[in-house]
């Protein structure tokens, strides 16, 4: 949801590939501001960071006030398919404190707040992994990235490693990285 951390998630689905890891699917980050969607069948509303064309949800939870409260499961669905799955505590229909957001290709575990990974987290793809420190969605402060190519730890400004010769990405397109 890391997305969270998509395509809505870091936005939804986030990334791949290597050292060059980009947005892709679940978490990828946008421009787009958030909203709120309601679940078709309760009514109940949770907060969408990253909207994406066609969208729906499934909210199996309380619901106060129209909006997803404490504990809950929040099915994403695209086009109908499910596409994401995400577990935990929600305030206002906003995922915060402890939680997890699963997609296809991968996981994330860790700190949430407004749905998006933020304080400390582990984020899993296939083929490369981030343990530490999240804000807005993204690698920001001290961590280890673990990929195909080897490991890199260190500062993460915005999803760049930070004082490394190299553009070392995670869950941000390295062009984005200075």
Partial sequence: MLARLTCASVARAIFASAIWLTCAAAHAQSIQTGSFVADEKSGCNV??????????VSWSGSCVNGFAQGAGRLQW??????HET?????SQGRQIGRGTQS?????YDGELSGGEPQGRGI?????????GEFRNGKPNGSGTMTGLNGLY???????????DKRRIAFAVSSSSCP
Avoid: F, I
């Avoid at 984020?123 to 343990?131: G, V």
């Avoid at 730890?153 to 004082?163: I, M, P, S």
């Fill in 86 to 90: 995400d577990e935990g505590e929600w």
């Fill in 153 to 163: 730890k260190g500062t993460w400004k915005d999803g760049c490693l930070v004082g």
């Fill in 47 to 56: 907060w969408d960071p990253h909207p994406e064309p066609n969208e729906a």
């Fill in 123 to 131: 984020l899993a793809l296939r083929t490369a992994r981030y343990e």
């Fill in 77 to 82: 669905l695209q086009n109908g398919k499910a």
């Fill in 103 to 107: 997609w296809g290709s991968g996981r």
